[in-house]
C-alpha cells in the first residue's frame, strides 16, 4: 500500500491542466472561486475515476475518431481556460474576463482532461492489494486517491491564493496570469506531443 500511497502522491502533484489551472484561477480570482474550482475537480475527478473503473472510458476511448474529438475539445477548452486566466481583470474589451471559471468548468475540465484518464487507469488498474476483493481494494483506492487529492490541490490554490494577497502592482500580477496560463498551455502541448 506504500508504493500505492507513494504513486498517487507523485502522479497528482506533479504539474498537470488541473492543478496549474487551480493555481491560477486561485491567483486570478481569489479564494472563494478558487475554492469552487477545485469543488468541481473534485467531482469531475471522481467521475473520471468512476469510469474508468466500470469501463465506460475503456469504450469510448477505444474508438480513434472519439479519442481525437476529445483530444482537440480537451485542447480547445485548456486554451479557453488559459485565457481566462491570462486576461483576468484585463481592460482588452474583447477578451475581458470577468467570471472565474466555475464548478461547471471544473468538470468539463476533468471529463476532456487525459492526464485524469492516464493516473485514474494506472492507479485503478494497477498496485493491487494483497488479501482484499476487487470491490474492496476499488473502494480504498477512491478514499486514499481522495484522502490525498484533495490536499495536494488545496496546495496549489493556496500557492495561487497567496500570489494573488501580496496585492502586487497590477502589471506583476497580469505577469504572473500570464505565467500560469502559459505554464497551463505547456503541460497542453506537451501532452499532444506525447500521443
Known amino acids: 500500500m506504500i508504493v500505492f500511497l507513494t504513486a498517487v502522491f507523485f502522479l ?6 488541473g492543478v496549474l489551472s487551480t493555481a491560477g484561477v486561485g491567483s486570478a480570482f481569489g479564494a472563494t472561486s478558487g475554492y469552487r474550482y477545485v469543488f468541481g475537480l473534485f467531482l469531475g475527478t471522481n467521475l473520471v475515476a468512476l469510469a474508468v473503473v466500470t469501463g465506460v472510458a475503456g469504450l469510448i ?14 485542447v480547445l477548452y485548456l486554451v479557453y481556460l488559459a485565457a481566462k486566466i491570462a486576461f483576468a481583470g484585463s481592460n482588452i474589451a474583447f477578451i475581458e474576463s470577468t467570471r472565474a471559471p466555475g464548478i461547471r468548468d471544473a468538470i468539463l475540465l476533468q471529463l476532456i ?10 492507479l485503478f488498474t494497477g498496485f493491487p492489494f494483497a488479501g482484499t476483493s476487487l470491490l474492496a481494494e476499488t473502494l480504498w483506492k477512491f478514499v486514499l486517491i481522495n484522502l490525498i ?8 490554490l493556496a500557492a495561487g491564493i497567496a500570489l494573488k494577497r501580496m496585492d502586487l502592482p497590477q502589471k506583476w500580477q497580469r ?11 505547456a503541460v497542453v502541448f506537451l501532452a499532444m506531443s506525447m500521443s
Open 12 to 17: 497528482l502533484i506533479t504539474p498537470g491542466p
Open 61 to 74: 476511448l477505444a474508438q480513434p475518431q472519439i479519442r481525437t474529438l476529445l483530444m482537440y475539445a480537451s
Open 113 to 122: 482532461n487525459p492526464k485524469a484518464y492516464v493516473v485514474n487507469t494506472a
Open 149 to 156: 487529492w484533495i490536499p495536494i490541490h488545496l496546495i496549489w
Open 175 to 185: 505577469t504572473i496570469n500570464i505565467f500560469m496560463a502559459c505554464s497551463l498551455l
